[in-house]
C-alpha cells in the first residue's frame, strides 16, 4: 500500500462505523484494550462527541477511508492536570507498521502543542511474556517516539484468563513555565492547524 497520498482529519460522528470496525478486533482478540465488549454505535458515538468538546480526534484517511485513528483524554479531571493527557492510538489491523500511528502521532502532537499541552502520557497493556493476545510492541512504538517508562503496576488487568501488567509512559512536548497560561480547547486551535498543519 501506497501511504504518501494519507491525509489527517478531525473525526466527526459520522465516522463511528469505520472506527468502531477498526476497534472491535481489539477488544475481541486482544489485550492491547481492557475493555472485554466491543462498545455500541451510540457509545461510540457518544465517546467521539465527549472528546471533541476539548480534544482533538484524528484520522488517518486514504480515498476517503479510514485507516486508523487516534485522540486523547484527560490524564485527570482535576484542574491541576489540564496540561496533562492520555493518548490512544489504534491503526486498522491490516495496515499495521506502514507508518500510519506514527503520522497519526505526529499529527496529534502539533494539535496539542498548539493546545497548550505539555504532557502527552499512554497507558499500555504491558505483558510479563508475550503471548498470542499481547506483544510489547506498543512500548517500543512510543519509546521511539521519545516516551520514557515512567511507572508500572503489576497484574492489574485480566482478560482471556491471563494477568497482564499496565505501564505508563510519558513524552513532554513544551516546557512547564512557572507561570502556566491555560490551555485552549481544540476547536479554538482548529484554524491554526489548518493553516499551519494542513489538518483539516
Known amino acids: 500500500m501506497?501511504?504518501?497520498?494519507?491525509?489527517?482529519?478531525?473525526?466527526?460522528?459520522d465516522d463511528a462505523r469505520q472506527?468502531?470496525?477498526?476497534?472491535?478486533?481489539y477488544v475481541l482478540h486482544t489485550a492491547i484494550t481492557f475493555e472485554y465488549q466491543p462498545p455500541t454505535i451510540e457509545e461510540f458515538t457518544r465517546r467521539i462527541q465527549n472528546t471533541l468538546t476539548r480534544y482533538p480526534y484524528l484520522a488517518a484517511v486514504q480515498n476517503e477511508e479510514i485507516l486508523g485513528y487516534a485522540y486523547v483524554s484527560p490524564f485527570h479531571d482535576r484542574p491541576a492536570y489540564d496540561w496533562a493527557v492520555e493518548i490512544s492510538i489504534y491503526i486498522r489491523l491490516d495496515c499495521k507498521r506502514m507508518g500510519i500511528g506514527r503520522k497519526l502521532h505526529q499529527a496529534l502532537e502539533d494539535v496539542l502543542r498548539e493546545q497548550g499541552i505539555l504532557n502527552m502520557n499512554a497507558c499500555i497493556a504491558y505483558p510479563e511474556e508475550e503471548d498470542e493476545f499481547l506483544t510489547r510492541d506498543s512500548v517500543h512504538f512510543h519509546s521511539r517516539l521519545g516516551y520514557r517508562m515512567v511507572g508500572r503496576f503489576s497484574q492489574c488487568g485480566y482478560k482471556f484468563g491471563r494477568w497482564y501488567d499496565m505501564v505508563w509512559m510519558e513524552k513532554h512536548i513544551a516546557p512547564h513555565l512557572k507561570n502556566q497560561l491555560p490551555i485552549s480547547?481544540?476547536?479554538?486551535?482548529?484554524?491554526?492547524?489548518w493553516q499551519k498543519y494542513q489538518i483539516k
Open 2 to 13: 501506497n501511504t504518501n497520498n494519507i491525509t489527517i482529519r478531525t473525526v466527526t460522528p
Open 185 to 193: 480547547a481544540f476547536d479554538q486551535v482548529r484554524p491554526i492547524i
Open 19 to 25: 472506527l468502531l470496525d477498526i476497534y472491535t478486533p
